[in-house]
């Protein structure tokens, strides 16, 4: 998908902003759909995840690492969490966290024949490993959305 023409931006103070956007698909018809944004470009998703995460959670979305198109982690100031999501679950994680068994951050998400040949793929955490900071608790948080995109 392309987009190929921008028919309007609007900016919130919040910390995002929603585009309407002409889009083209090869072989389809264009279409419009408005989509929000991280101050940066990133995407976020549609206005309503936007407006859940940071206007009512408080979270700065970005993207889990520069390869990914879409925000999954955001930090929450407030709280002082790391926020994991995708459109199924979101969870939090701050300082002093522990996975335990069970938990998804305990888990890729990936099949394990993948998984043999993308072992870098892998982002889970040991059970056990505990947040002493947080870029640990960053961590998990990225662990956690990967095993639940």
Same mark, same amino acid.
């Given at each position: ?12 103070k919040a $910390? &995002?902003?929603l ?6 698909t090869? %072989? ?8 929000? &944004?991280?101050?940066? #470009?990133?995407?976020? $998703? ?11 959670? %408080? ?9 990914h198109?879409?925000?999954?982690? %955001? =930090?929450?100031?407030k709280e002082?969490?790391?926020? #994991? ?7 939090g =994680? $701050?300082?002093g966290?522990?996975?335990k068994? #069970?938990?998804?951050?305990?888990e890729? #998400? ?5 998984l043999?040949?993308?072992?870098d ?6 059970? $056990?490993f ?5 870029d640990d608790?960053k961590?998990m948080?990225?662990a =956690?959305a990967?095993?639940v995109?």
């Amino acid at each position: 998908m392309d987009v190929v023409k921008t028919n309007w931006i609007r900016r919130y103070k919040a $910390g &995002y902003e929603l585009r309407n956007e002409v889009q083209r698909t090869p %072989g389809c018809q264009d279409f419009a759909m408005t989509s929000a &944004y991280t101050p940066d #470009g990133d995407y976020i $998703g549609d206005s309503r995840d936007a407006y859940r995460l940071v206007r009512k959670r %408080g979270i700065a979305p970005e993207k889990a690492s520069r390869e990914h198109c879409v925000c999954s982690v %955001g =930090f929450c100031e407030k709280e002082q969490k790391w926020y #994991g999501w995708s459109h199924r679950a979101i969870y939090g =994680f $701050g300082v002093g966290d522990v996975v335990k068994d #069970g938990d998804c951050t305990a888990e890729s #998400g990936w099949t394990d024949e993948y998984l043999k040949d993308h072992p870098d793929e892998d982002k889970s955490l040991p059970v $056990g490993f505990r947040a002493e900071s947080m870029d640990d608790a960053k961590r998990m948080a990225v662990a =956690f959305a990967e095993s639940v995109s």
